[in-house]
């Protein structure tokens, strides 16, 4: 079965309906999302997504995760519990934000500071739309105080090299939308970031600038 594309509209309803069928069920606990799920759940302009990160601390939710994939048309593994091993070393109950509550089960989403810091220890290039949507979120322009951040959350850790780039990149090109970073001429910079990465040298990060100088006020 081919995974289904969810819109951000599409992601809040299932799981709000897992938050309300919990509930009903008398269950109590927590159900935390990260990446992809929960910047679409404070982004509606976001891209879809194909899963849900994310862990859930209730015993029973797997028998609703299987109601809801059968409900939805979603693939079984819909809901991607491994994805606990990706939050971050140090984030305690300030790290999260309360989206739906229903009876004693809640839905609560990363905060912005980690799932940039997370999105920035993941490095992926189809994390970039979501490093620049998070940094404008959090209207940070300057590369040090992005580093910061990830190192509140990743002590003892630094940036890896292509992370640089990714933030570089999204600090650059003053793209700000998935659809802006899908102009040709930052797909091709984006791709010569991957190259270099690979073994390809090319000055990808420097010439952003060049190309889309910021605006002046």
Known sequence: M??????PNEVREILTELVK?????????????IGGAAIALINP???????????IRIADAQDVLDELARDYGLTPDWFNWRAQGLQPPIGGPEMWHEVVREGSVVLQVANTDALLAMKLNAAR???TADIAWLLGALKITDFEVAERIFEEYYPGDALKPVAQERLKFALESNAQTADELRRPELVRALR?????????PAPASEAIAEMYPPEEH
């Open 21 to 33: 069928r919990l509930a009903v069920r008398g269950s109590a606990g927590a159900i935390h999302v």
């Open 2 to 7: 081919t995974a289904r594309v969810l819109s």
């Open 192 to 200: 010569e970031v991957d190259d270099y990465y690979r073994g390809q």
């Open 45 to 55: 302009d976001r891209v879809a997504t194909q899963d849900v990160d994310g862990f």
């Open 125 to 127: 290039a189809r994390d």
